[in-house]
């Protein structure tokens, strides 16, 4: 089975400075697709970035990037020019390729950001 | 375009009683999914259906039942109610196997 861990339950980071947050997974697959997703206290599920697992280039969306090593089976989020907006509970996924969906989500890391 | 649009958003249950989650999305989505959302936890799987007429069970299935009649609902059900399902149930639908999910805003369900 698939697993997917999220080693910083918790992680602060000035306003304007910038913040990784780390993702492991695990998987026997070689096609798949990462997700990380952000959850403000709102609740609402809103999606920040997608790597798919056969593309070699970073996924990027405007101050966000993943450091994707497939060989490593990591995928961490940067957060670049943080803003407050950015607080929240980040959610990293995996979903296999192709599957009958199904998505595996990490414990989560609550990111705050100070200003 | 509502999107994905779960009701209620918060409801207090007395264990034993029954009730249902409604979800439905106008995105003409095959797939849909439930999820619970526990304090530590992540999101876990409960049931996911791959179009109408179509469902199977995640990784946490028991005390909830799902069906799909139309491409647009995909309603859970919780039988008997227990303090253990106690939780933030989400709902989340995709085009495709290799589209993102879009979630609704979540269900605040609670169990005394």
């Known amino acids: 089975a698939q697993t997917v861990t999220q080693s910083q339950p918790e992680m602060s980071v000035q306003e304007a400075e910038t913040v990784t947050l780390s993702c492991t997974y695990d998987?026997?697959?070689?096609?798949?697709?990462l997700f990380w997703y952000k959850q403000p206290p709102s609740r609402q599920m809103i999606l920040v970035i997608r790597?798919?697992?056969?593309?070699?280039q970073n996924a990027t969306e405007n101050r966000f990037s993943v450091n994707f090593q497939k060989a490593a089976k990591s995928f961490s989020l940067k957060i670049s020019d943080s803003q407050l907006g950015d607080a929240a509970m980040y959610f990293c996924?995996?979903?296999?390729?192709?599957?009958?969906?199904?998505?595996?989500f990490g414990k989560g890391t609550l990111l705050t950001v100070n200003p | 375009n509502a999107g994905v649009t779960q009701t209620p958003k918060f409801q207090v249950l007395k264990t034993g009683q029954s009730m249902t989650l409604q979800c439905a999305q106008d995105?003409?989505?095959?797939?849909m999914s439930w999820y619970r959302q526990d304090p530590g936890m992540g999101l876990r799987l409960i049931h996911y259906?791959?179009?109408?007429?179509?469902?199977d069970q995640g990784e946490v299935p028991n005390g909830y039942n799902v069906s799909r009649s139309t491409t647009e609902d995909f309603p859970l059900r919780l039988l008997s109610a227990a303090p253990s399902q106690t939780s933030v149930y989400f709902c989340?639908?995709?085009?495709?196997?290799?589209?993102?999910?879009?979630f609704g805003q979540g269900t605040r369900l609670t169990v005394v």
């Open positions: 790597q798919e697992a056969y593309k070699q």
């Open positions: 998987t026997s697959e070689s096609d798949y697709y």
């Open positions: 259906s791959v179009g109408a007429g179509i469902t």
């Open positions: 989340a639908s995709s085009y495709s196997g290799y589209t993102e999910a879009f």
């Open positions: 996924a995996y979903r296999p390729f192709g599957s009958n969906y199904k998505l595996t």
């Open positions: 995105m003409n989505h095959e797939y």
